[in-house]
């Protein structure tokens, strides 16, 4: 069984930010492969379906960021399954707008619900990191928790889209083929190359 889970705050107030960007994955993915309906559980909400002919649990905690890990181990600890196959997704301010990267293990590069889950489960799980471009080293709570403004709309529907799209492959193990899909459908509509949001950290 997978554990996709989504990373973001709850409530209508954050729902935009960029910092939610997790969630809007998990929320396309289920309605792309017609998981349930969300339901209220593991402190979080839930929606149970199949992914690549494997029994997936997609999970947006509903402890605010920084304890995202208790959810995540909840969940994990109730259905028995290996962190190998809990995956993450999360906004990353070291990868440029509409970029993606799939990694297993590794630091949280001072990512608040990464660093709670290594906290709760330890450092072995999938993280798919879904690029939003780095303001520079002043601005970064201001921007993610800042809704995406109008003008990256298309980059970010487009690319969680492609990640629902290609979502089956995760299931199936296929990491690299994965992330190469997701990367030609943003080249298709004109992604290919985003430009970075401020300075990149060094």
């Not at 349930?36 to 199949?50: I, L, M, Y």
């Not at 970029?99 to 619900?113: E, P, S, Y």
């Not at 450092?123 to 690029?131: D, E, F, H």
């Amino acid at each position: 069984m997978l554990l996709l889970v989504g990373l973001g705050n709850p409530g209508p107030k954050y729902a935009g930010n960029r910092h939610n960007i997790g969630f809007m994955a998990v929320d396309r993915i289920a309605a792309r492969h017609g998981f349930s309906p969300w339901r209220a559980r593991f402190q979080g909400a839930v929606a149970e379906g199949s992914l690549g002919g494997v029994k997936t649990l997609l999970l947006k905690p509903g402890t605010y960021m920084n304890e995202s890990g208790r959810a995540v181990a909840e969940a994990a600890r109730f259905f028995k399954i290996a962190l190998a196959d809990v995956v993450a997704f999360h906004d990353e301010l070291d990868l440029a707008p509409g970029k993606l990267r799939v990694k297993v293990g590794g630091g949280d590069a001072g990512h608040n619900g990464l660093r709670s889950i290594t906290a709760h489960m330890g450092a072995g799980y999938k993280r798919v990191r879904l690029g939003i471009g780095h303001p520079g080293r002043d601005a970064v709570l201001s921007y993610v928790l800042n809704d995406f403004a109008k003008s990256e709309q298309p980059w970010v529907d487009t690319l969680v889209d492609a990640v629902a799209e290609a979502a089956d492959l995760l299931g199936k193990a296929e990491d690299a083929s994965f992330q190469n899909k997701v990367h030609l459908r943003m080249e298709a509509a004109g992604f290919g190359d985003p430009p970075r949001v401020g300075e990149a950290r060094p």
